[in-house]
C-alpha cells in the first residue's frame, strides 16, 4: 500500500502543507516578540486576509452592506482606515473581476450614474490643480487626503452595492443590518469604566472624546455614541417593521424598545439627533398613510402629553437631555442657563465662521481649493484676516474643510463645477427614491417608504442643519445603493395605468386604494420577483 501512487502523493501534499504551516508559524512567532509594529501587523493581515478570502468572495456583497455603518477601525491598516472603505474596495474589486469573467452586469442606473461620474471627474482635477492628495499617515507634506478618500470611495461604494440585486426575500434582512450594526458603536462610551482587559476591543471600536479622559458621570458626561445608537436601532425598527408594524402589531415589545431608544438619544446631548429622529417619525407617519387611521389621533394625544409634562419637568432633567432639548424657544421650554448657553454658544461659533468664510466663495467659484492643507498653511494659520473673527478651534474646523454647512462644503472645496455636480446627483437621487417608493412591489412598500423618508432627511439635514459632503456621501450613496438593490433599478409606471391617463394612487400599508396592476422593472423590463 505505501507504494500506491495515491498513498504517496496525499502523503507529499500532508507533508508540504505541515512544513508551510510550521515555517508560519515561527515567521509569526517572531514577528510577535514586536506585535505593534505595522511591519507585524501587515503579515498577520495578509494571512488573514488569505484565509478569509473564500468567504470574501462568496459572501462579498452582504459582507459589505452589513459593515457599511460599522464603528470599527482597521487599526492594523496604515492610516486606521474604517471598516466600511476596506469592504467597499474588496467587494468593488471582486465584482470588477465577476464582471469580467461571468459577463454579470451591474444594476444600470443612469441618471444617478452620470452625476456620480461627473463628481469624480471634478475631484480629481481640483485635487490635481490644488496640491494632490496628501496623506499624514504615509508621510505626505501636504494633508487632507482623508476627506479625498472618504468621498471617493463613497461614490466607488455606490457602484460596489449595485453590482448586484438583493434578492425580495433577504431585502428586509439586509437594510435592517444596514441600520442595526451602527448601534455598536455605544462601546465607545464605556472606555473609562470597562476593566483593563477590555481595552483591546477600543482598538476597533475607538472610545469617546468625552469619555476618553477617564470623566464617566451618567447625565453629565455626554454619551453621543450612546445617543447615535440609539438613533440607529430606531431606525432599524421602522426600516424592518414600519411605524404601523410597530404600534399596530400587538407586539409590545416593539413600541417599548422604540420608547427606549427615544429616552436613550438624550443622553448623547445632540440636538440634531432629537431633530433627526422627530422628523422622520413624522414624515414616515404621513408617508404611510397613518394620518387616516385611528393612531393619528393617539399621536395628537400622546405629542400634546409629553409636551405638557416637558414644560415643568425640563428644568429638572439630566444636564444631557437638557442640552438635547435646548432647540425649543425659551419662551415654551426653561432649562438650565449652562445648557442652554453652551447650546447657543455652539450655534454662533458656527454662524461666526460661516460669516468669516462667506468672503472666500468668489475666489473658488472657478476652481475650489480642494481638500489640500501644506504644512505652511497648518503653521500659518490663524494669520490670514479671513479667520482672525473667529477663535483658535474654528480656525482649525474652517481650514481643514469642517464647515459644520452642507453648501459650503461643496462650493468652497469644488466650486461651481462642485455644485453642479452634486445638485444634479441630489436631484437625479431623490427622483430615484421617490419612484421606487411609489411604484416600487407592494412587498417591498415598507422599506422603499422608509428608506424614501430618511433619503429626504438626510438631503434636509444636508443642506440646512449639519452637512460635510466628505462624511455625508456615503449616507446617500449606501441608501441610494440599498433602494436600487431591492428594486432591481428604477420602477416605472406599469403601462397599463400610464396609457389610461389616469391618476395613480399611492399605497400606503394597509391603507385601502385602487388595485395597481403589476410593475416592471425600469432596466428590465421584466416583472419584479
Known amino acids: 500500500m505505501t507504494n500506491d501512487p ?22 509569526i512567532g517572531v514577528l510577535m516578540t514586536n506585535p505593534l509594529t505595522y511591519s507585524s501587523l501587515g503579515f498577520v493581515g495578509v494571512m488573514c486576509a488569505v484565509l478569509f478570502l473564500p468567504i470574501l468572495l462568496r459572501w462579498h456583497h452582504p459582507l459589505m ?7 470599527v477601525s482597521c487599526f492594523f491598516l496604515k492610516g486606521d482606515p474604517k471598516l466600511f472603505l476596506v469592504m467597499i474596495a474588496l467587494s468593488f474589486t471582486v465584482s470588477i473581476v465577476e464582471r469580467a469573467l461571468n459577463q454579470r452586469h451591474f444594476l444600470s442606473v443612469p441618471q444617478v450614474t452620470w452625476p456620480l461620474i461627473m463628481m469624480i471627474v471634478v475631484v480629481v482635477i481640483t485635487a490635481k490643480l490644488t496640491g494632490g492628495i496628501g496623506l499624514k499617515a504615509f508621510g505626505s507634506d501636504v494633508y487632507g487626503g482623508k476627506k479625498y ?19 425580495p426575500e433577504k431585502a428586509r434582512r439586509y437594510v435592517t443590518l444596514f441600520f442595526l450594526v451602527g448601534a455598536i458603536s455605544f462601546i465607545g462610551d464605556f472606555y473609562s469604566i470597562l476593566p483593563g482587559f477590555f481595552h ?44 404601523r408594524g410597530i404600534f399596530l402589531s400587538g407586539k409590545l415589545w416593539r413600541p417599548a424598545v422604540f420608547f427606549i431608544c427615544i429616552v436613550l438619544v438624550g443622553f ?27 393612531l393619528a389621533l393617539v399621536f395628537i394625544i400622546g405629542s400634546l402629553a409629553c409636551a405638557a409634562a416637558l414644560v415643568p419637568l425640563a428644568p429638572k432633567l439630566p444636564y444631557t437631555f437638557q442640552r438635547t432639548l435646548a432647540f425649543l424657544p425659551r419662551s415654551l421650554v426653561h432649562l438650565s442657563p449652562a445648557a442652554r448657553m453652551e ?37 500659518l494659520m490663524g494669520n490670514d484676516t479671513t479667520f482672525q473673527s473667529i477663535d483658535a478651534s474654528q480656525q482649525s474646523l474652517a481650514l481643514s474643510g469642517d464647515y459644520h454647512n452642507g453648501p459650503l462644503s461643496v462650493i468652497l472645496p469644488f466650486g461651481l463645477w462642485g455644485v453642479i455636480a452634486f445638485g444634479w446627483f441630489l436631484i437625479a437621487s431623490n427622483w430615484v427614491m ?81 388595485p395597481r396592476p403589476a410593475l416592471q422593472n425600469k432596466t428590465t423590463g421584466s416583472q419584479p420577483l
Open 149 to 167: 478618500v472618504f468621498l471617493g470611495m463613497a461614490i466607488v461604494g455606490y457602484f460596489a452595492l449595485v453590482a448586484r440585486p438583493i434578492p
Open 6 to 27: 495515491a498513498n504517496i502523493a496525499a502523503l507529499l501534499r500532508t507533508l508540504i502543507i505541515y512544513a508551510v504551516c510550521v515555517v508560519l508559524a515561527i515567521i
Open 343 to 379: 447650546a447657543e454658544s455652539s450655534l454662533q461659533w458656527r454662524i461666526d465662521m460661516w460669516d468669516a468664510l462667506l468672503p472666500q466663495i468668489p475666489r473658488h467659484l472657478l476652481l475650489g481649493k480642494g481638500y489640500a492643507i501644506s504644512m505652511e498653511d497648518a503653521q
Open 268 to 294: 448623547g446631548g445632540f440636538r440634531s439627533a432629537l431633530v433627526l429622529v422627530g422628523s422622520t417619525v413624522i414624515l414616515q407617519f404621513f408617508l404611510e398613510g397613518l394620518h387616516r387611521t385611528r
Open 434 to 514: 421617490y419612484r421606487n417608493f411609489r411604484y416600487g412591489d407592494p412587498s417591498l412598500q415598507t422599506l422603499n417608504t422608509f428608506l424614501f423618508t430618511t433619503y429626504i432627511i438626510a438631503t434636509m439635514d444636508f443642506l440646512f442643519l449639519f452637512g460635510s459632503l466628505a462624511d455625508g456621501m456615503a449616507g446617500f450613496a449606501g441608501v441610494l445603493g440599498l433602494s436600487v438593490c431591492i428594486n432591481r433599478g428604477v420602477c416605472r409606471i406599469p403601462a397599463q395605468v400610464a396609457s389610461s391617463k389616469l391618476p395613480v394612487n399611492i399605497r400606503f400599508g394597509n391603507v385601502r386604494s385602487r
Open 200 to 243: 483591546p476591543l477600543f482598538w476597533l471600536i475607538p472610545p469617546s472624546v468625552f469619555t476618553a479622559s477617564g470623566t464617566f458621570e451618567v447625565g453629565t458626561t455626554r454619551l453621543v455614541n450612546t445617543g447615535w445608537a440609539a438613533v440607529a436601532v430606531t431606525s432599524a425598527l421602522i426600516a424592518a417593521y414600519g411605524l
Open 65 to 71: 452592506i452589513i459593515c457599511w455603518n460599522a464603528p
